[in-house]
Structures are given as C-alpha cells and as structure tokens.
Antibody, heavy 120, light 112 residues
Framework: EVQLVESGGGLVKPGGSLRLSCAASGFTFTNAWMSWVRQAPGKGLEWVGL??????????DYAAPVKGRFTISRDDSKTTLYLQMNSLKSEDTAVYYCVAGLGATPLDHWGQGTLVTVSS | DIVMTQTPLSSPVTLGQPASISCRSSQSLVSSDGNTYLSWLQQRPGQPPRLLIY???NRFSGVPDRFSGSGAGTDFTLKISRVEAEDVGVYYC?????????FGQGTKVEIK
C-alpha cells in the first residue's frame, strides 16, 4: 500500500524558515516523480513544485510564487522527499501535501498533509 | 499559465441522480507526446484529494464505474451517473501538460 507521511509543519514567523519531510513507502521511490501541492485554509489547490526521478534528470520545477524561496529535494536512499521553505510569508499558510506520480499521472497518490502557519 | 475554469462551482444533487461538471482550459492540453494530461480529483470533507480520472477518461484504481470522464482539447467533463452520499465533496480538474501545473477552482457537490 502506498503511504506518504508528511511532517515538519507548524507555526513560524514571517521571514522564517521551515523544512517539511515526506516519508514514502509501499512503492519504488526511485521511479516516482514527487510533488508538493498546497491548500490555503478554505481555498483550492495550488501546485508548489516537483522533482523528477533521477533517470529523468532529477530536475526541479517550481510555481512562480515560491521560486527562489522554496527548494525541493529527495533522498532516494531514505525514500524521503523534502521541502525547504525560506523567507516565509503569511500567504504561504496552507496545508502542504506530498504527492507521488507512479505512472498514471504525476499526481497519483496523496499524503494526508501537514499544516504550515506563517504568523507573528 | 494555463487557466482551468470549472462550472458550476456548486452542484446540489438528489441521491441517485446524475451530476456533471465541466472544465475548460485556456489552451489545448494535448502534449507534444500526444497525450492529454487532464485529471479529475475528489476531495471529501476533511480528507486529502484523491485521483479519480486521468488522461481525460481513465478511471484510477478502485474508482467506481459511476464516475466517467470525457472531452478533448480544451473542453472536458466529469460525470457521476448516480450520485451516492459518499460522493459529497469538492471536485477539481487539473492539467499536467505544461508547467506550472494548474487546478480548476473546484466544484462542490452536495446532496439536496
């Protein structure tokens, strides 16, 4: 069974940093494109960015609002995805979902999410 | 960026009756590889999103056959043949043809 478990969310002050982790199991992590998608309270879904699998170059892409502030990385040996968030703003407040793409689409399987609140 | 526009934004439905959601993209979703990366997601209250349909019309593993997708190019539709109580939630279309990947605003399906 595919499992994606996010951690690392919490309350952080504007301008601060936070690192989210996503522990993956139940599938071959090295074969997956991994993404982060966020959802502000009471709002819709917003793609944050992704990291491709190594055989596809392991490259990253980001949404414009987070480019230059957020960094996605992966540790295939630990089957873990990361999201380093710097220079956080109040508008980054959201539930952050880890999403795996295993072949059907890049957004096949979703974790439960972790809440990040940016507030003074 | 490709803008995804869903209609309606709210859909009150009687149990056992059909429901239909439309999604229109601001440009064609046909990729250079010939595929159309249009998917539908369901988000039940208090739950994370779940993939229902991918590449326009393919049901994902475990998805009941009362859900179906259709369309081409820039116009797509999700249909529920007979709405059940467990179908209550918000439905999103999403495209992964071009970066940045984008989502529709969501359509809330509720029981009348």
């Amino acid at each position: 069974e595919v499992q994606l478990v996010e951690s690392g969310g919490g309350l952080v002050k504007p301008g601060g940093s936070l690192r989210l982790s996503c522990a993956a199991s139940g599938f071959t992590f090295t074969n997956a494109w991994m993404s982060w998608v966020r959802q502000a309270p009471g709002k819709g879904l917003e793609w944050v960015g992704l990291i491709k699998r190594k055989i596809d170059g392991g490259t990253t892409d980001y949404a414009a609002p987070v480019k230059g502030r957020f960094t996605i990385s992966r540790d295939d040996s630990k089957t873990t995805l990361y999201l380093q968030m710097n220079s956080l703003k109040s508008e980054d407040t959201a539930v952050y979902y880890c999403v795996a793409g295993l072949g059907a689409t890049p957004l096949d399987h979703w974790g439960q999410g972790t809440l990040v609140t940016v507030s003074s | 960026d490709i803008v995804m526009t869903q209609t309606p934004l709210s859909s009150p439905v009687t149990l056992g009756q059909p429901a239909s959601i439309s999604c229109r993209s601001s440009q064609s979703l046909v990729s250079s590889d010939g595929n159309t990366y249009l998917s539908w997601l369901q988000q039940r209250p208090g739950q994370p999103p779940r993939l229902l349909i991918y590449k326009i019309s393919n049901r994902f593993s475990g998805v009941p056959d009362r859900f179906s997708g259709s369309g081409a190019g820039t116009d797509f539709t999700l249909k529920i043949s007979r709405v059940e109580a467990e179908d209550v939630g918000v439905y999103y279309c999403t495209q992964a043809t071009q970066f940045p990947w984008t989502f529709g605003q969501g359509t809330k399906v509720e029981i009348k």
